[in-house]
């Protein structure tokens, strides 16, 4: 199966019901399951803050009355307010002076109660409590009673008037709530999930149906069968889209076969307008830029001759040289222009010959070998395969092998080395090399260097004269005859290459 059809099957199997349903259903689970373990790890300790607060409210109420001196009617007043607290908190409180003795108290048997507020204030209780807050006037902890059954939040420590105090609140009601409200929120959240899930079915079925149709009609439509009709009648946006389905139905079955071939024609001609455009000025600029100094020169040394500013006969000579010098260079840039836009726009096309590679390397070694690399002093080495024939153009295989010399000419170094070399490769293909030691191209060059008019090196490119077309020739002959053709930076110098088939 391919991975179209995959894809395909795919969504067939992920249809909107299903996904309406399960994404509903899972949002509803994490939503409980986000607000049980919200219960879970913050519920006590929210009850805990809440019965802190209260305690603090019995604490600043035994603060704000002076039991030393109160009349009948504060007295009164102190124990409504302090009933009320420790009715509706469930909280219970006692004072002592600072001889222990107890001043007044909400449980029956203050004795025990005295006794643990003694030995919390001299601190002579065995278990460290487990402190929740303090400051200088009380402090709120977790404290659990001697018999290990219960635990309470108790805040203790010292009124204005010198008194000693505590308050205290049972820890196990809250517990117990926070329990069996976690029961019934895992009971009520996997009722809401089956409930829900029954109600989101029925609600995406009515949904989805005319969805569905649309899709059946979209995928008639995209198999160009333009009969298909929407019927629905639920008076709703879904009905209106398919009624706009219905019309470019119509338009589309009108209109396809003169849009496909005005759309195919119109592409043509603006990828070829715009290939035309884009060479047009991207060869004029290039030209402009490559032309500027060799014509600059010349006019220079011409107004030289011509206002006899070099009187004697070798000076002339030179001014001469110079001019013939630039317009050789101009020309044969010209030349190589011309051979350039024949390739790219297909005027000349390969002839394919079958030939003898091995004899074209040779004769090209042995003239170019000769007449350009002796004279510099460079040593040419070569590592030629014998009888090794290829089909291609023999004049632009040529000239491919003479831009890839002559390139290595120019950029050898001081070493003074080239190695041309031959090697057969898989599938009955050839690749030829040339080698010549210098420094490496840079890597943000490597991909530019078959670009026309690119020079990694323009002073350099300069003194030999070089157009930076040779490499964009090689690219375009190598890609006319599908043949591979690259460059490789090794330790001591740079390697070009192109390929060739056998066969």
Not at 367 to 383: W, Y
Not at 472 to 482: C, F, L, N, R, T
Request: hydrophobic share 40%; glycine share 6%; net charge negative.
């Amino acid at each position: 199966m391919t991975a179209k059809g995959k894809n395909i099957k795919a969504c067939r199997s992920r249809t909107i019901k299903s996904q309406i349903i399960l994404r509903c259903v899972l949002i509803m689970a994490c939503t409980v399951l986000f607000n049980w373990c919200l219960n879970f790890f913050f519920l006590e300790r929210y009850y805990t803050s809440i019965t802190k607060k209260h305690l603090l409210e019995a604490y600043e109420t035994l603060n704000a009355y002076n039991l030393d001196d109160m009349e009948e009617s504060d007295i009164e007043d102190f124990e409504n307010d302090m009933g009320h607290i420790c009715f509706t908190y469930n909280i219970s409180f006692i004072i002592t002076d600072a001889s222990s003795n107890t001043v007044i108290s909400s449980v029956n048997n203050p004795d025990e109660f005295n006794q643990m507020l003694r030995s919390l204030i001299i601190a002579t209780t065995s278990d460290e409590p487990d402190i929740i807050e303090e400051n200088d006037k009380y402090i709120v902890a977790n404290i659990r009673e001697p018999d290990g059954e219960t635990d309470y939040i108790t805040m203790y420590g010292t009124l204005d008037n010198g008194d000693f105090f505590m308050v205290r609140c049972a820890t196990e009601g809250i517990r117990e709530s926070a329990m069996q409200f976690r029961r019934f929120l895992v009971y009520i959240g996997i009722l809401g999930l089956f409930l829900s899930f029954a109600l989101i079915y029925f609600v995406t079925q009515r949904i989805t149906a005319p969805i569905m149709e649309l899709t059946g009609i979209s995928k008639r439509m995209k198999e160009l069968d333009f009969t298909a009709r929407y019927e629905g009648h639920h008076h709703n946006e879904v009905d209106i889209l398919g009624e706009n389905f219905n019309q470019m139905s119509d338009t589309l079955e009108a209109t396809i076969g003169q849009l496909k071939s005005a759309n195919a024609k119109l592409k043509a001609d603006v990828e070829e307008k715009t290939k035309l455009d884009d060479m047009r000025k991207e060869f004029l600029a290039n030209v402009s830029h490559e032309l500027k100094t060799p014509i600059a020169l010349i006019s220079g040394y011409a107004e030289g001759l011509k206002d006899m500013a070099c009187e004697d006969e070798e000076s002339r000579e030179f001014y001469c040289d110079v001019i013939m010098d630039e317009a050789k260079k101009m020309n044969h840039m010209v030349k190589q222009l011309m051979q350039l836009n024949s390739l790219e726009f297909g005027n000349n096309t390969p002839d394919f010959v079958r030939f003898s590679l091995t004899d074209l390397v040779k004769n090209c070694l042995s003239s170019s070998g000769e007449m350009i690399a002796a004279p510099k002093g460079i040593n040419v080495e070569s590592d030629i395969l014998e009888n090794v024939y290829v089909w291609a153009d023999e004049y632009q295989i040529e000239e491919v092998f003479r831009n890839y010399f002559n390139n290595a000419v120019n950029h050898v170094d001081d070493r003074k080395l080239i190695r041309v070399s031959m090697e057969r490769m898989d599938d009955y293909r050839v690749k030829v090399s040339v080698f010549n030691t210098g420094k490496n191209i840079p890597e943000d060059s490597i991909g530019r260097i078959w670009d026309k008019f690119y020079k990694v090196d323009k002073a350099h490119t300069r003194e030999y004269g070089g157009s930076g077309i040779g490499l964009s020739i090689v690219k375009a002959v190598m890609e006319a005859h599908g043949g591979g053709y690259g460059v490789v930076n090794e330790e001591d110098g740079v390697r070009f290459y192109f390929v060739l088939s056998e066969k």
